[in-house]
């Protein structure tokens, strides 16, 4: 292995998780309301699989480290808190070089409360490298680049001590790099609910979502043989009712069961094959409806063990563009050792099903994590966890595995 390319790396990680005396105050403070923090990680891990592929695994150990910067606005104001993060992932790869990339990330998260109003937004950019086994792309065998930009702003405002309505609008975008093969996606997401208060814990709710969503088009192969899919509009609906708060004695949280219903326009195909185009086709998608389900829990065990649930069905878009509709289930686990030392274990469940190709992909995964954070400042982790995809299309199965150790300061 070529480590010694990676020395300098290797030497960052050795200082970062080398414990010293901080002072708990800011980097920098400016005035009475603005402090300024160095948000720093450094990690090292190793990939069983990197591209996730079932035919050709090929593992490597990769190093990362992450400087950034926070600055928290609000400190002495009574209504609004405002928190701007950037960080910048500088990546090496001790095999796999053609890999080696630098990413820059972007968030800022702001809120602002009175007696009558709660409002909260949240802008960010990120660029993103991922296995063509992620969340969206599912695609074998490639490493994926991309470009991801969100902006949401929701409010919620209390018409009487009883009644509330809350509402918003969610945008996002999402841009692959050089992938013509893989489908850009925007969407922008309205939601609407009305709140009645039960008991001082528990709401009531009724609510409807509106998203629309623009899918581009894709190419797979080129125009001596591939296949050409025009881009599309979708337009989903959610109707819904729930609850939220204190649910039981030791379980707080949210739910909304409702129905969702999806309609997509038609795409347009172009086959070539050896540089002639064929007659044109067109896609035939169908209405959709499914049960909807969003749901998040939370149960106090004890004092030292907290477990948590999440629950989702709905529909989405694959990364070819095609649509799906997608089942998922999250249990994850904390137990606090003791005031340095804490545990944590996850296992997760996704159901993807392709509109018009009958495809389903079944993922699991589950892992574990060991943290020890000495202080206000530094954090110190190490984990394991286990990937799989059991996938109706041929090819496009898989196993992975990963374990990494990490170190992280806040000062």
Known sequence: MKIKQFLPFVVILA???SPVVVQSAPLISIGDDIDIFFNGLSSVRWQSNVFYDEADEQDDVVFKVSPGFEMDVGRGLSDL??????????????????LDNELFHFKAISSYNT???????????????SSGKDEDANQDGQINESESTIANLSGEYRLSPKFSVGSGV?????????????????????????????????????????????????????????????????EDHFFNIGARGDLLPKLSGFFKLGYRTSDSDDSSI??????????????NRDSRGTMGLDTSFTYSNTPKLTTALTLHRGFDVGGTG?????????????????????????????????????????????GFRLSYVPNQHWRFSTGYSYNENNSSKLGQSYEAHMVDLSASLRY
């Open 15 to 17: 200082s970062v998780s």
């Open 81 to 98: 808190d405002l928190s701007i993060i950037t960080r910048y992932d500088i990546i090496r790869h001790d095999e796999l070089s053609d």
């Open 115 to 129: 007696s009558r109003w709660d409002v909260s937004g949240l802008v960010s950019f990120s660029e993103d490298q």
């Open 170 to 234: 969610n945008h996002s975008n999402k841009q692959y790099q050089d992938q013509p093969g893989l489908a850009d996606r925007e969407s922008f997401k309205v939601p609407v609910d009305v709140f009645y208060e039960l008991t001082p814990k528990v709401d009531l709710s009724i609510g409807y979502t509106y998203t629309t969503t623009d899918v581009s088009g894709t190419m797979l192969g080129d125009t001596v043989n591939g296949r050409e899919v025009g881009s599309y509009d979708k």
């Open 270 to 283: 172009q086959t070539f094959v050896t540089g002639i185009p064929g007659a044109p086709t067109s896609t």
């Open 322 to 366: 095609e649509g799906t509709t997608k089942t998922s289930a999250n249990l994850s686990a904390r137990y606090t050792i003791n005031s340095n030392y804490s545990a944590s274990a996850k296992s997760g469940y996704t159901l993807r099903e392709y509109e018009t190709s009958g495809r389903e992909d079944n993922v699991y995964n589950m």
